[in-house]
């Protein structure tokens, strides 16, 4: 029976979003299936395309003549499998583009990660073919011949008839053509075969799960109870810094793999990985692996076919990771998982949290979060009653929560002191530095942008419209404040518009200027510096934190980075310097990102056996965002920050889609932004912009972006739905041809 399959061409445009019908050749009748990869022809010159498989039907709707046969199945390589369910990778591709408005390609791909194929690595053993009795009469041959590297290299096969070809030519010392003689001959043969690269290398693995304590094993107890019941839900763990969240991670994840199924255990970003994944290999020895960018494409590949091959229980990486071919898979993990890198920052735009929960839906997998400083989002779904909620209060590594002092960066320079570090910071440093104790100085620089600030009273220039931080932007006398939300244009002030002070200044701030500075004022400090340029060759995370963590470094002075997950027990003093300069970012999210950073970074301190120090340098010390987490007051800060976005109507008390509107031509971008706000103002309960982009023109693209506020999600995914139907329609009428649209559900970075 002729059957005709739907086709999803491997291109990502939006007026091709749609399937093909293709006919499928009786040759290949038995072999495609929901999710084959096809070779079809495609347009006017039939030139032949890639696509994916998305459904099948007995009869077509176009007319037999015009429908064409599909040409060939794309296969992957040699010693590469296909993934068994199809279906689920279909189904979740379907839910990423309608949740998050990417063409249905663009979500095949991004789901379909896994089915690429590398180039796998090749084994050769070159294994003697002739009996014991003419070996040595070869060799006798050889011998009298004086053709040593022949006689070497059959003496070593009649002692072991199956040597490693890599032996052979590096511990041997014997030539190719030396083996390539015996082969012609007939003596020997080379053997290859696949071999899939295994990344993890740690010697004492096996180690059984350490013991828990009654509150960590009550959480254990919960998430695998409700597992079996078949209740698998979300749940979110609450912990302080040292409160032993990865052991309960192992421990959930080593008992539901011993019903059989599987996990995914995701971390933020590279920066994590070192200690956490040492963690996890002790415990699961080759039956964990891990995806990350470190890896190559062929490396990659070989951990997706382990995955399929049901070689590994345990998979760990950042939210790639979500796409490992599990398909016994029974929990998926989510540490940090307030890390603004869950979410994808290219189309489609989905963040791993919300994807996670759809594919433990779609599979019966039970969701852990976890983080000192859990996102506003997930929080409040707690509270609501969504996810369980558990709290860790005690540290477990070792030590207390450290003494946190605030520094006024005010009175500092009320005193004179016009240096990097305030007076008490570079007392306590020198102190460390006399008793050979460790310091960490983190610079905050999360969100940061040209804004202008007081130095004398903290005032910042904010947009009397939207309450965020505004920009500087331009330059000389061109230079003005834009806030990237409303579009709201001011002047740029000479005087403090709060106290009238002449020291209203931009922020500037860098890792370098201040290592020289360190290097200078304390010149037998042996200094380490951790940012964007020193990481990044292959292996300098690494390199980095073991040298500090081996104390071959007195300060370790860094970025953002320095401040995740990192263990080290001989820091006993942790620097935050301008820990204010997150909360002039452009975005509504600014007290949350400082308060996390600063809690984070508190939360280094004083995690051995010596109490810890934290000075905390702001020039706004009476921020809600810097005192709560100058007491590592979770609740306190949640309670006053999600007051402010009821007010304002922003997630997750409410929910956000911002449409970014992209074209070469800037009328023409500002005119389709005009027309989608006119389509648009009758379908949202708040409409704000259109306005440009936080970066108005990216390789002559010019963006503007405009945004829509609902309580309901649904009602936003209406909207963009309508967006894309009234594009895909002018377009067809040959009008904005050259304009493209992006969506972003609840953005992370806002524009």
Not at 70 to 98: C, H
Not at 181 to 203: M, W, Y
Request: charged fraction near 25%; glycine fraction near 8%; hydrophobic fraction near 35%.
């Amino acid at each position: 029976m002729v059957r005709y399959a739907d086709v999803i061409i491997d291109i990502s445009h939006e007026r091709l979003d749609r399937p093909f019908t293709y006919r499928i050749p009786d040759h290949l009748s038995d072999q495609i299936l929901l999710g084959s990869r096809v070779l079809v022809p495609f347009g006017k010159g039939k030139e032949p395309r890639t696509g994916y498989v998305t459904g099948f039907r007995e009869r077509p709707d176009l007319e037999e003549e015009r429908i064409r046969d599909i040409l060939d199945l794309v296969r992957l390589r040699e010693g590469y499998t296909e993934e068994g369910d199809r279906d689920f990778s279909i189904r979740l591709a379907l839910w990423m583009k309608n949740s998050y408005g990417s063409t249905m390609i663009t979500a095949l791909k991004t789901v379909m990660a896994s089915r690429k194929s590398g180039a796998p690595k090749k084994k050769r053993t070159l294994r003697l073919l002739m009996d014991h009795d003419k070996a040595l009469d070869q060799l006798s041959f050889y011998r009298r011949k004086h053709q040593t590297a022949r006689a070497r290299l059959l003496e070593a096969l009649i002692e072991t008839p199956e040597i490693p070809y890599e032996m052979v030519t590096g511990k041997l010392h014997i030539q190719a053509p030396t083996i390539r003689s015996l082969k012609n001959a007939g003596f020997v043969e080379v053997e290859e075969t696949g071999i899939l690269r295994n990344p993890v290398s740690v010697s004492d693995a096996g180690k059984g799960p350490e013991r828990l304590s009654p509150e960590q094993l009550a959480i254990a107890d919960y998430v695998t109870g409700e597992f079996e019941a078949g209740r698998p839900g979300v749940t979110l763990i609450h912990g302080i810094t040292g409160s032993g969240k990865t052991e309960v991670y192992i421990n959930i994840i080593s008992r539901i793999c011993s019903m059989g199924r599987q996990a995914i255990m995701l971390i933020p970003e590279i920066a994590l990985t070192y200690q956490t994944l040492i963690r996890f290999y002790r415990h699961f020895g080759d039956r964990v692996s891990v995806i990350n960018s470190s890896l190559s494409e062929s490396e990659k590949a070989d951990q997706w076919e382990r995955a399929r091959r049901g070689e590994i229980d345990v998979i760990i990486g950042p939210r790639s990771a979500l796409f490992t071919p599990f398909e016994r898979l029974g929990v998926i993990v989510m540490d940090e998982e307030h890390e603004t890198s869950y979410k994808n920052e290219s189309m489609p735009k989905y963040h791993a949290r919300e994807t996670a929960i759809e594919i433990a839906r779609l599979r019966g997998a039970s969701v852990v979060l976890g983080s000192a400083t859990p996102s506003l989002d997930a929080y409040y779904q707690a509270k609501e009653g969504n996810y369980a909620l558990f709290t860790l209060k005690r540290r477990l590594t070792g030590g207390t929560l450290p003494r946190v002092e605030i520094a006024d960066m005010r009175a500092e320079l009320k005193r004179g002191n016009r240096s990097i570090l305030s007076a008490s910071l570079y007392r306590k440093l020198e102190e460390r530095l006399g008793a050979g104790e460790q310091t960490m100085l983190f610079l905050n620089r999360r969100g940061f942008a040209a804004n202008m600030s007081c130095r004398s009273c903290g005032h910042v220039v904010r947009c009397p419209h939207c309450d965020v931080a505004m920009s500087l932007h331009g330059s000389g006398n061109r230079q003005k404040m834009v806030c990237h939300y409303c579009g709201h244009e001011e002047g740029v002030p000479s005087l403090c518009p709060s106290c009238g002070s002449r020291y209203i200044l931009p922020m500037k701030a860098g890792t370098e200027q201040i290592e020289a500075y360190l290097k200078e004022t304390f010149p037998q400090a042996r200094i380490l510096r951790m940012d964007a340029d020193t990481t990044s060759a292959k292996g300098s995370y690494e390199k980095i934190l073991s040298a500090f963590a081996n104390e071959e470094a007195d300060i370790l002075l860094g970025t953002q980075m320095i401040v995740k997950g990192h263990d080290f027990p001989g820091v006993t003093l942790v620097g935050i310097l301008m820990a204010d300069l997150s909360l002039y970012a452009n975005d509504y999210r600014a007290a949350e990102r400082t308060f996390q950073l600063l809690t984070q970074a508190a939360g280094r301190a004083g995690r051995g056996t010596i109490p810890g120090d934290v000075v905390i340098q702001t020039y706004q010390p009476d921020h809600y965002a810097i005192t709560h987490a100058s007491r590592q007051d979770y609740e306190g800060f949640y309670e006053e920050e999600i007051l402010y976005r009821k007010l304002l109507m922003y997630p997750p008390v409410s929910h956000m889609l911002s449409v970014q509107v992209q074209s070469p031509s800037e009328d023409m971008a500002a005119a389709a932004a005009g027309d989608l706000r006119d389509l648009l103002q009758k379908r949202a309960a708040v409409l704000i912009g259109p306005a440009p982009a936080g970066i108005g023109r990216i390789r002559d693209i010019y963006r503007f972006v405009l945004y829509i506020k609902d309580a309901s999600y649904d009602k936003l995914i209406v909207c963009k739905d309508r967006v894309e139907e009234y594009i895909h329609t002018v377009q067809g009428n040959g009008t904005y041809r050259n304009v493209q649209i992006q969506f972003d559900f609840d953005p992370v970075n806002p524009y």
